[in-house]
Structures are given as structure tokens and as C-alpha cells.
């Protein structure tokens, strides 16, 4: 079945600081690959996704993701961490047959001023 | 107003009862999906809906019932509603199967 693991729950950064939050995905298929955000007490918002034309992924709000196969590594960044970007972030990938998404558990990122 | 929407917002229940939590979208979007979220274990899909009539279990279905009589409406009921299922539950929609999702704003749900 398809996982997602995304590592380190909370993840904290000054402003201005590289923001780095990291998703490894298991697939034998190159999937779909999402990064969502959620700010509190709101629902999802997609950020970026990869749909295999480029393997380095612009988003909105500065963020980028590069997708690494041999790694199945799908990471999100940002080179300058502002205070509005504060909130919880989570990486999915679509199933080999691509009818769902399978989420990873969220990062916290906390912007410490 | 377009896009998707969830009703009620904020939701106290008692154990037994029976929830019906609904999700409008307006975008005719052929696939619907719900979701519940807790805190470390992400986003868990519950049920999910390629178009009217069309349903398929996700990872979490049991004690959640769904129906989808036309394109635009994906009510979730909870037939007796457990303390375990105090959730935040996400409805979502898109037009293509494993592209992007659209999500509603969620509903809180507090079972006693």
C-alpha cells in the first residue's frame, strides 16, 4: 500500500531562515506528489504539486519541492521563513491507480521572530 | 457562492445519536472524498465517490455511512455516533481522479 512519511512533527525556524520539511513516499510507480497547506481552524490549500514535466516544482509563497526518484523523496523549501508562514503542512501522493491521495501524518512549522 | 462547502461548522453530539454531516460543491466535480483528521495521523480518508451513486470505502469507513444521489451533494452519517469519532472531518472534490483535491473549510465534531 502507499505510505507517506514525513519527518519531524514540529518543525521550528527563525524568520528569514531556510525552511526545509521533508516527505519520503513508497511507490513502485512514479505517483502524483501534493504539498498542502493548512492554517488554523481552515482546510487544505495545495501549495505545489509534481506531475513528472520537471522534477523541481514551484509553489506559491516562495515554496518549491524537488522530486528525487531515487530517493522517493518529495521535500519541500523555502529560502527566506516569514512569520505568515506559520501553520501545518502536509505532503500526499496519489495511489498507483490514481482515484486517492494518501497524506502524511503534517509538519507544524513554527516561525520564531 | 461557488466552490465547496461544509455544514454545520461546529457540531456537539451524545453518544448513540445518529450525524449527518453535509458537503455541497458547485464546481460539478465528478469525485468526492471525506476525510478526518487527528492529530498524528494526518489526513485518513474515510469514503470516497467517483460520481452519483458511485461509492468506495477508504481506510477508516467503519461506523460512517455515505450516499451521493447527485453530482454536487456527499452527505456523511454516522448511524451511532462513538466518542472515538470526535474528529475535524474535511470534505474535498476534484475533477480528476489523483490530481488536486479542493477541500472545505472542515467541520468539528464533538461527541460526548
Known amino acids: 500500500a502507499q505510505s507517506v512519511t514525513q519527518l519531524g512533527s514540529h518543525v521550528s525556524v527563525s524568520e528569514g531562515a531556510l525552511v526545509l520539511l521533508r516527505c519520503n513516499y513508497s511507490s513502485s510507480v512514479p505517483p502524483y506528489l501534493f504539498w498542502y497547506v493548512q492554517y488554523p481552524n481552515q482546510g487544505l490549500q495545495l501549495l505545489l504539486k509534481?506531475?513528472?514535466?520537471?522534477?523541481l516544482v514551484k509553489g506559491i509563497n516562495g515554496f518549491e519541492a524537488e522530486f528525487k526518484k531515487s530517493e522517493t523523496s518529495f521535500h519541500l523549501t523555502k529560502p527566506s521563513a516569514h512569520m505568515s508562514d506559520a501553520a501545518e503542512y502536509f505532503c500526499?501522493?496519489?495511489?498507483?491507480?490514481?482515484?486517492?491521495?494518501?497524506f502524511g501524518a503534517g509538519t507544524i512549522l513554527r516561525v520564531k521572530s | 457562492d461557488a466552490g465547496i462547502t461544509q455544514s454545520p461548522r461546529y457540531k456537539i453530539t451524545e453518544t448513540g445519536r445518529q450525524v449527518t454531516l453535509m458537503c455541497h460543491q458547485t464546481?460539478?466535480?465528478?469525485?468526492m472524498f471525506w476525510y478526518r483528521q487527528d492529530l498524528g495521523h494526518g489526513l485518513r480518508l474515510i469514503y470516497y465517490?467517483?460520481?452519483?451513486?458511485?461509492?468506495d470505502k477508504g481506510e477508516v469507513p467503519d461506523g460512517y455511512v455515505v450516499s451521493r444521489s447527485k453530482t454536487e451533494n456527499f452527505p456523511l452519517t454516522l448511524e451511532s455516533a462513538t466518542r472515538s469519532q470526535t474528529s475535524v472531518y474535511f470534505c474535498?472534490?476534484?475533477?480528476?481522479?489523483?490530481?488536486?483535491?479542493?477541500f472545505g473549510p472542515g467541520t468539528r465534531l464533538l461527541v460526548l
Open positions: 474535498a472534490s476534484t475533477s480528476v481522479p489523483g490530481e488536486t483535491q479542493y
Open positions: 500526499a501522493v496519489s495511489d498507483p491507480y490514481g482515484n486517492k491521495l494518501v
Open positions: 465517490s467517483a460520481a452519483a451513486d458511485i461509492t
Open positions: 464546481w460539478s466535480h465528478s469525485y
Open positions: 509534481y506531475t513528472s514535466a520537471a522534477t
